[in-house]
């Protein structure tokens, strides 16, 4: 199985910063790589797909990059509503396996 | 709009079953293949399994954990998504979401509608 390895597991952050957070895969994956945002209580939200491809709706202050085993999600400039977990997840081989989560905090 | 709604989770003893469904509605059901993901209280998401569409001979792919208890179907006919769940452990406990995938063949990512639906696995 493909293991995903996501750091930080918690980053607090100030409205306006630059955020980065980081995936890594066991093995390589290619750019089969999505990110998804939950908020509590709430299902996740697709924000990018074959790592580097913007959702449709998502706001472009979100971006990804990385290929074969080290991947990122950039917030730009963070806002109010993107303090939320971050997941991501691999669609190369099954099992399909997700991130522990990076969860974004108010410093 | 895209809608996935699920339905059936509950409380259930540890060896019993229970069935999920969900009903999609807003776009072309039968096109794609439709995965069922969960998350237990607290803690990160987990792919259940997959079923592919009929043009892929609505085969099935499943996690290790659930493989062999759990079966995953659909009714093209009534938009309908399954997951029959056997054998429940008290770990399989979460929430399950019935998710959309995107792309039309096995290199899916998700597309996530639904508000999932409790399972609880407890005597």
């Known amino acids: 199985d493909i293991q995903m390895t996501q750091s930080p597991s918690t980053l607090s952050a100030s409205v306006g910063d630059r955020v980065t957070i980081t995936c890594r895969a066991s093995?390589?994956?290619?750019?089969?790589l999505a990110w998804y945002q939950q908020k509590p209580g709430k299902a996740p939200k697709l924000l990018i797909y074959k790592a580097s491809s913007l959702e449709r709706g998502v706001p472009s202050r979100f971006s990804g990059s990385g290929s074969g085993t080290e991947f990122t999600l950039t917030i730009s400039s963070l806002q109010p509503d993107d303090f939320a977990t971050y997941y991501c997840q691999h669609y190369d081989s099954y099992p399909l396996t997700f991130g522990g989560g990076t969860k974004m905090e108010i410093k | 709009e895209v809608r996935l709604v699920e339905s059936g989770g509950g409380l259930v003893q540890p060896g019993g079953s229970l069935r999920l469904s969900c009903v999609a509605s807003?776009?072309?059901?039968?096109?794609?293949?439709m995965d069922w993901v969960r998350q237990a209280p607290g803690k990160g998401l987990e792919w259940v399994g997959r079923?592919?569409?009929?043009?892929?001979?609505?085969?099935?792919e499943y996690a290790a954990s659930v493989r062999g208890r759990f079966t995953i179907s659909r009714d093209d006919s009534d938009n309908s998504l399954y997951l029959q769940m056997n054998s429940l452990k008290t770990e399989d406990t979460a929430v399950y979401y019935c998710?959309?995938?995107?792309?039309?063949?096995?290199?899916?990512?998700?597309?996530?509608r639904g508000q999932g639906t409790l399972v609880t696995v407890s005597s």
């Open positions: 079923i592919r569409n009929k043009a892929d001979s609505y085969t099935t």
């Open positions: 807003g776009f072309t059901f039968n096109d794609h293949y």
């Open positions: 093995q390589s994956i290619s750019s089969w």
């Open positions: 998710i959309r995938g995107l792309n039309g063949n096995d290199k899916n990512w998700f597309d996530p």
